[in-house]
């Protein structure tokens, strides 16, 4: 019985791990560098009955769901029912299911759809709701997801539950004009003119030790995730953490500017399964809220994705759509949402500039939108920023299209995949198809300097991000300086 508890715990950690990374695979948002793993051996791994109903969740989370028992105090726009601890779990969806229908057509529609027969009685339910004008009840969502729940489950636990809140998209409003410069918030952040290096660091154990992580790099800006990037409900930080965190940021001078969190994988903003969409606007009024108490600046988000389900344009203005409706829902919150560029895969929205562009043209406050540029996904897309040519041309059509002024963070990744191939695979630096040469240019560009600079090359140890840093930090030119 042990050994086999044991056997479950181990495919479990290696099911986890491959969903961690099948991300890239997916026609919807897109993650982090993908390991080879065809969808058979997953089904596979699912097929067995035990894991049917498994949580997988971080160490984190896990921590944090074993000290966690009674209700939280909900936040003002969701509520959160505690997560129950350890023994019963539930099966978390991946990226994919989550965010777009599975019954889409297209290359992987035959595993999607057994998938969809699995959760039969939930999409059921759920087409009622596409009836649904913009504004979604969030009863109706409430009791498709309670009908989903599977039986026979120890019952008297707690079930945690997203309440979605009511959603009226604001329409005409003034438009707020984005001011030339790094960054809106002129007057309260020094500009140093310089790169500031980091990487995507783990918060494990509680968010201040995102700062520790980080000094332990050598790193003078990070990335991270402010909760569980791959479940829709965490429970809400405490005022102990938000102190501790930003209290170590004060200490080691990490300014709020240079601290870019990403947004969950779940999210797709521009899904036109009304619940979906609707679980992904609460999700990123959570996050904003949590930067906002964090005393964040930027948050990063993939745009979204159509999934083949509806137009470009729809999927558009549907992400536009629900930044508005973040903001409206916090006024006076200083926190910009920042778009990804994507690399063309699937029907994912943001890998042409044109993207980009079209959604901030839509988004009434421009002083709470930027932009984040992956370079992985940039060469991936067709932008060349391996060759001289090709990155001054990239730089032109930036700025054309979109605008350095909204630029406010950088990924530094390279590319395993050749210039156009639309793949999402990360290297490390100088392993891929950017080379040496191509981050030199990067590193040396006067637009990249005073925002976040970070790593997201595939995890190796701590020091081979510190390595990869001052590899980084090497190619720097007189005239740019390093933080
Ligand atoms: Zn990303
Ligand atoms: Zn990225």
């Keep these: 019985m042990t050994n086999m508890f044991v056997r479950n715990i181990v495919s479990l950690a290696k099911l986890f791990s491959h969903y961690h990374k099948m991300a890239g695979k997916s026609n919807c948002i897109i993650g982090e560098p993908v390991p080879r793993v065809t969808r058979s051996a997953i089904k596979r791994k699912f097929s067995s ?35 129950s601890k350890g023994k019963v779990f539930k099966k978390e969806k991946t990226t994919e299911q989550e965010t777009c229908n599975p019954d889409v057509a297209g290359p992987n529609s035959k595993s999607r759809g057994k998938k969809a027969k699995s959760e039969g009685s939930t999409h059921e339910n759920l087409k009622e ?23 026979g489950t120890k019952s008297a636990v707690p079930k945690p539950e997203m309440v979605i809140p009511e959603i009226v ?19 309260t952040i020094k500009y140093d003119n310089k790169i500031f290096l980091g990487a995507h660091i783990s918060a494990a154990g509680g968010l201040e030790n995102a700062i520790k992580n980080a000094m332990n790099i050598g790193a003078s800006s990070f990335a991270l995730f402010v909760k569980n990037q791959r479940q829709w409900v965490s429970k809400p930080m405490e005022d102990g953490t938000v102190e501790r965190f930003k209290a170590a940021c004060a200490e080691n001078n990490f300014s709020p500017h240079l601290i870019l969190p990403h947004g969950s994988y779940l999210m797709n903003c521009g899904s036109n399964d009304p619940t979906v969409l609707a679980k992904s606007r609460a999700n990123l009024l959570d996050e904003v809220q949590r930067c906002e108490r964090l005393g964040i600046l930027y948050y990063n988000i993939h745009p979204g994705s159509s ?11 549907s992400i536009s759509d629900s930044i508005n409706w973040v903001h409206d829902q916090t006024p006076g919150s200083k926190v910009s949402i920042v778009l990804e560029n994507m690399c063309r895969q699937g029907f994912t929205i943001g890998g042409d500039f044109s993207d980009l562009a079209e959604i901030i043209q839509q988004v009434f406050d421009h002083s709470r939108i930027g932009v984040c540029l992956d370079t992985c996904h940039a060469l991936a897309a067709g932008y060349d920023l391996a060759t001289s040519q090709g990155f001054d041309s990239f730089l032109e059509e930036f700025e054309r299209v979109i605008g350095f002024r909204y630029l ?6 390279d590319s395993e995949g050749e210039v156009g191939c639309h793949r999402d695979r990360h290297a490390s630096i100088g392993k891929g198809k950017i080379g040496i040469e191509g981050f030199r240019r990067i590193i040396n560009c006067p637009r990249f300097r005073d925002i976040p600079v970070v790593l997201e090359t595939p995890f190796i140890s701590d020091d081979h991000y510190k390595q990869e840093i001052l590899l980084l930090k090497s190619l720097a030119e007189s005239g740019t300086i390093c933080a």
């Design 49 to 83: 009955s035990i894991e049917q109903n498994i949580v997988l969740s971080t160490d984190n989370d896990t921590k944090e769901s074993e000290k966690q028992k009674t209700l939280q105090t909900p936040p003002k726009n969701s509520v959160v029912k505690a997560e």
């Design 129 to 151: 709701t596409e009836k649904l004008p913009k504004v979604i009840k969030e009863k109706v969502i409430k009791s498709a997801k309670t009908a989903s729940e599977p039986s």
């Design 169 to 187: 998209i604001p329409i005409n409003k003034p438009y707020i004009k984005r001011e030339d410069g790094p960054s809106p918030w002129n007057g």
């Design 307 to 317: 999934c083949g389900k509806g137009t470009r344009e729809e999927a558009i203005k």
């Design 408 to 413: 406010v963070a950088v990924h530094l990744n």
